[in-house]
């Protein structure tokens, strides 16, 4: 049978059907340990800056983090999602893959910084500091994705860690040294996530061989191939962050630069809450990615249980957060907490736990597209109901209320487009069932591409076994 292509893709660029080796415990509580790790880091670096700065240049500061968090959503949502699902084993998408992160890791930062320096906000010094620091602080997080994509959730820890010591340590010297003002947070920023990349590289191993591209490949297939999923995702990755970004430069605009400052010191108490509803998510987009032989449905019902958990997770740990905050805020930002915008942002992490997994979900099974206009369309509900809590004088505290609003209507909305996909939903990349011929067997049981294959043909001689058992996959 001779394959076609669909959109310009051939079925070479897809991974070849492999078994999933099975969901293991063990990997959960990796994967949760490893962005925990990384809410320690993240947590570090923003209490260093809110201990060390003034509270106007920590609301700047908050700004500048937010857009180094984007620039690393776009980087992770473009390149690690992309890793994960397509073959990158394909040398043709491999380049892709490079050529991507050069873009976001790279290019981008280098001209944010240009840009920041050009209009007066940070000095030269400072500008060129930010650059480097989000530059790797995306490169950082795509390497992360590889860890994740093979599997090695443990790892991640050791990386976190070692991201970690460097950030301390480096600000710790300069402090020492009598440096002031951002140059501090942005260089033991940039230096933790350098030492963290770099750590992250060594521990995923030896690179595969890749497999021999077409001779009608010239390298700039795998950019199209990469930009035709990786565009969406990223796109849908980068919503969150810009949301909470645009939201922090309405404070400044209708209350200041200072209430700026307390509204993030409140939301740095509550992040690592955020950052492991994401973290989860993350795992579960993996997994999802795997069980490409698994109905839909059957995934629905597994995105429902992780839902609820996290609900419960999500409101157990702000509820703690909310008791904590009077006690807490001298130890987290120098200053008494305003409880109310904890718990303002405690409710928002829980309207965000409703809606990130069936997200990861509705991305492996070809709903990315509507998904993001779910997503772009609650942002800017969110905006607006912002927007209007300002406009009528309420206090900043109430502004991560107001974000809820648009985030629970999206997760209810998600949940129904989830429902609506089918078992063989089109993905960029991946050509019709039909059109492609057996698969060849892989032997590699860790560092195999995580791809969105074609269901394989059922086993007529096993007839009584589900789904799940067929492709190694056990419930949680």
């Known amino acids: 049978m001779t394959a076609t292509t669909q959109d310009g893709i051939r079925p070479g660029d897809t991974a070849p059907a492999a078994r999933p080796r099975p969901r293991r415990r063990v990997d959960v509580l990796g994967a949760l340990g490893g962005q925990g790790t990384q809410a320690l880091l993240g947590l570090a670096g923003q209490i260093v800056a809110v201990r060390l700065l003034a509270p106007s240049d920590w609301g700047v500061y908050a700004v500048l983090y937010g857009v180094v968090v984007v620039f690393a959503a776009l980087a992770s949502g473009f390149v690690g999602d992309s890793l994960t699902v397509l073959d990158r084993g394909s040398a043709d998408v491999r380049r892709g893959l490079l050529a991507w992160a050069a873009v976001w890791c790279l290019a981008a930062p280098a001209v944010a910084g240009v840009v920041i320096a050009a209009s007066g906000v940070l000095e030269p010094a400072e500008a060129a500091l930010f650059a480097l620091a989000a530059g790797a ?6 390497a992360r994705r590889l860890l994740m994509a093979q599997l090695r959730f443990w790892r991640l820890v050791i990386v976190d860690l070692t991201g970690l010591g460097a950030l301390l340590g480096t600000a710790g ?11 501090l947070p942005l260089a033991a920023l940039g230096a933790g996530q350098f030492v963290a990349l770099v750590t992250a590289l060594a521990l995923a191993g030896p690179r595969r061989a890749a497999t021999a591209s077409p001779s009608w490949a010239t390298g700039h297939s795998g950019v199209r191939i990469v930009a035709a999923y990786g565009s969406l995702r990223a796109a849908q990755a980068v919503v969150r962050p810009s949301l909470l970004t645009v939201t ?3 404070v400044v605009l209708f209350v200041g630069t200072v209430a700026t400052g307390d509204l993030e010191a409140a939301r740095v108490f509550v992040a690592p809450v955020l950052l492991l509803v994401g973290g989860l998510s993350t795992y579960l987009f993996a997994t999802f990615a795997v069980a490409h032989a698994v109905p839909t449905r059957t995934l629905v019902r597994r995105a429902d249980r992780a839902v609820l958990r996290l609900l419960v997770g999500a409101l157990a740990v702000g509820a703690v957060a909310v008791l904590l905050a ?7 930002a120098g200053r008494p907490l305003d409880t109310l915008a904890v718990a303002g942002w405690a409710a928002y992490a829980v309207s965000v736990a409703a809606v990130t997994p069936y997200g990861s979900l509705a991305a492996v099974r070809g709903g990315q597209a509507r998904v993001l206009a779910v997503r772009v369309a609650d942002s800017f509900l969110s905006l607006a109901a912002a927007v209007a809590v300002l406009g009528v004088g309420a206090p900043p505290a109430a502004v991560p209320f107001a974000l809820c609003v648009g985030s629970v209507l999206g997760g209810l909305l998600v949940r129904r487009v989830v429902t609506s996909l089918g078992d063989a939903a089109a993905v960029p990349g991946r050509p019709r069932p039909d059109d492609l011929e057996p698969p060849p067997p892989t032997s590699d049981p860790i560092d195999r591409p995580l791809a969105l294959t074609t269901r394989p043909a059922p086993d007529r001689g096993r007839a009584d076994r589900s789904p799940e058992t067929l492709t190694g996959e056990t419930r949680p």
């Open 248 to 250: 922090r430069l309405l």
């Open 137 to 142: 602080f995306a490169a950082e997080e795509v």
């Open 326 to 332: 009077p006690v807490a805020g001298e130890l987290v």
């Open 173 to 183: 010297l300069l402090a020492v040294g009598g440096t002031t003002g951002l140059l």
